[in-house]
């Protein structure tokens, strides 16, 4: 395959027909972008639904390719994954997440972010020490950093999140699970958890509205969620409705293009809530 567009990466991750040429010239333009600066984080904002404000954000991040423009992570994390550069990746994002949550600061805000977590970075021993480092090297509080994995992997990997989980608690950071609801844990698994806060599905969020269903699941995760301390953030709200039935159910954060898209950084301290929202 040759590449000549925007959209051929993208095909390359869905077919899979990557050659050995494309390989080896994708996993040098991807160590070119470490090197070169090319990745960027994104922010989203997450919004404290009773109190109808920003609670913190998420870091999104993004590859500003010099010949293919913006690439999104869906595409180029699995390929960081598969040659080996999601660690060097994933600390690259801790610490930029840390920099910038250290430059708001000085700007007089004080910002929690959250970061994704790749299952490479926690099966390294060294994560917990290299987020302590990243903390104290922008003198930034453990609590104003979130950890996100997703439910299958904390499910899967139960021992290594669980003592990851024990190491970022000490140093007050908190650990999210993500994507919840597709990862089909069961209720005692989801006791057992090492987590202080639950994100539902995207998938359950879109079809709140119509499907009874989809509606009974969120109201027995936040239930459950609750029952056991966690917070419950809904990922992926993009209309009014769905907000109106998140509130009505008690979820306690909302995240989505209702509110907000992914933003650059230099957006964010100029975002305000809309009153309309
Ligand atoms: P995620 O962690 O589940 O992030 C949510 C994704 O949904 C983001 O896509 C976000 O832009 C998108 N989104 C937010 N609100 C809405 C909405 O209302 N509607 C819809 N349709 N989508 C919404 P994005 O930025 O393309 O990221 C995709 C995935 O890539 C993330 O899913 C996460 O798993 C992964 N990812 C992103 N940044 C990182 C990172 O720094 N490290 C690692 N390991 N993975 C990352
Ligand atoms: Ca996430
Ligand atoms: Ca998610
Ligand atoms: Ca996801």
Redesign the pocket.
């Known amino acids: 395959a040759k590449r000549t567009g925007g959209s051929s990466l993208a095909f390359f991750e869905a077919h899979m027909a990557i050659d050995a040429a494309d390989h080896l010239q994708l996993q040098s333009d991807l160590r070119q972008a470490l090197e070169d600066n090319q990745l960027e984080?994104?922010y989203?904002p997450k919004i404290h639904g009773r109190r109808h404000r920003m609670s913190g954000l998420?870091?999104?991040?993004?590859w500003n390719h010099p010949r293919l423009g913006v690439v999104?992570?869906?595409t180029f994390?699995p390929l960081?994954?598969r040659f080996g550069l999601?660690v060097r990746?994933?600390h690259w994002?801790i610490n930029e997440?840390c920099r910038q949550v250290a430059a708001w600061g000085n700007e007089g805000r004080h910002m929690r972010v959250a970061?994704?977590?790749?299952v490479h970075?926690l099966r390294e021993v060294s994560l917990v020490d290299s987020v302590e480092e990243a903390l104290r090297r922008h003198g930034l509080l453990g609590s104003q950093l979130i950890c996100?994995i997703?439910e299958s992997v904390a499910i899967q990997e139960r021992e290594i999140t669980t003592r990851i989980f024990e190491g970022l608690a000490r140093i007050g950071v908190h650990l999210s699970i993500?994507?919840f609801g597709t990862g089909y844990s069961s209720l005692s698994q989801l006791r057992d958890l090492p987590a202080r806060q639950l994100?539902i599905?995207?998938s359950f969020?879109?079809d709140i509205e119509g499907q009874e269903d989809a509606r009974a699941v969120v109201e027995a995760v936040i239930k459950l969620a609750h029952a056991l301390q966690l917070t419950v953030v809904a990922?992926?709200?993009?209309t009014q409705g769905q907000r109106d039935v998140l509130l009505s159910l008690g979820c306690d954060e909302l995240?989505?293009?209702?509110y907000a898209?992914?933003m650059r950084a230099s957006a964010v301290l100029g975002w305000s809530l809309d009153a309309s929202t």
């Open positions: 984080l994104y989203q998420e870091a999104l991040v993004r999104g992570p869906d994390i960081a994954e999601i990746l994933g994002v997440a970061v994704n977590l790749s970075q996100e997703t993500d994507d994100k599905d995207r969020v879109r990922e992926g709200v993009e995240q989505g293009y209702f898209r992914p």
